[in-house]
């Protein structure tokens, strides 16, 4: 069964420092997506971005990025440069495509506090 | 704004009681998902349609329903309602029924007394 393992539950850190925000995945499935989304205080839950398991090229939006290496089953995300508007909780979430499984399977969240 | 929409937004009731949550998915998504978030459970997923069709199901209980009309709006009915079903309900639409991205609504939070 598909499995998604957010370690850290809450990070603080002080304004303009990078973190990283970690994400280990189990699945049996060698066709599957990964995804981010953020949750900040006011509850709606934000995409952020989808990786399929082809690609490992490492991604870059802005002060985003996104590690995926598939030989630790990792899909670790970078805030640089951490802003107050970044204080959220954060969702680490697979989605099997050759199972037929396409409902998203939730890791339990990292709390990011930002303090200026 | 994801262009999800669900209503209501909060609904507070008593142990026992019925209720329906409404869900307009994103213009031209086919697919509706239900997810629930709670303290202990976390984000879970409850059920999915298909243009109309019943394509999924995660941990949703017998007391839980969901349909798809034909207008592709979708609700959840919940019955014989429990204290543990408090919780935030999140809808969420995608295009067709691949592993494309899922756009969320802003949630129902349901409160039982």
């Known amino acids: 069964a598909q499995k998604v393992t957010q370690a850290q539950t809450e990070i603080s850190v002080v304004e303009k420092e990078d973190v990283t925000l970690d994400c280990v995945y189990e699945?049996?499935?060698?066709?599957?997506?990964l995804f981010w989304y953020k949750q900040p205080p006011s509850g709606e839950l934000v995409f952020l971005i989808r990786r399929n398991s082809f690609d490992e090229q490492n991604e870059i939006s802005g002060r985003y990025s996104w590690n995926f290496q598939k030989s630790t089953s990792s899909f670790n995300f970078t805030i640089t440069a951490s802003q107050v508007v970044d204080s959220a909780v954060y969702f680490c979430?697979?989605?099997?495509?050759?199972?037929?499984?396409?409902?998203?399977?939730f890791g339990s969240g990292t709390r990011l506090q930002v303090q200026p | 704004d994801s262009g999800v929409t669900q209503t209501p937004k909060h609904l507070i009731t008593a142990t026992g009681q019925r209720v329906t949550l409404r869900c307009s998915p994103r213009s031209g998504d086919l697919s509706v998902y239900w997810y629930q978030q709670s303290l202990d459970q976390g984000l879970q997923f409850l059920i999915q349609?298909?243009?109309?069709?019943?394509?999924a199901k995660g941990n949703i209980l017998e007391r839980f329903s969901a349909q798809q009309f034909p207008d592709l709006h979708s609700e959840l009915n919940l019955s014989s309602l429990e204290l543990g079903d408090s919780a935030l309900y999140f809808c969420?639409?995608?295009?067709?029924?691949?592993?494309?991205?899922?756009?969320f609504g802003p949630g129902t939070r349901l409160t039982v007394l």
């Open positions: 699945t049996r499935d060698t066709t599957y997506y």
């Open positions: 349609y298909y243009n109309g069709e019943e394509r």
């Open positions: 979430a697979l989605s099997e495509a050759g199972t037929g499984r396409r409902a998203l399977t």
């Open positions: 969420a639409s995608s295009v067709t029924d691949s592993p494309n991205e899922q756009f």
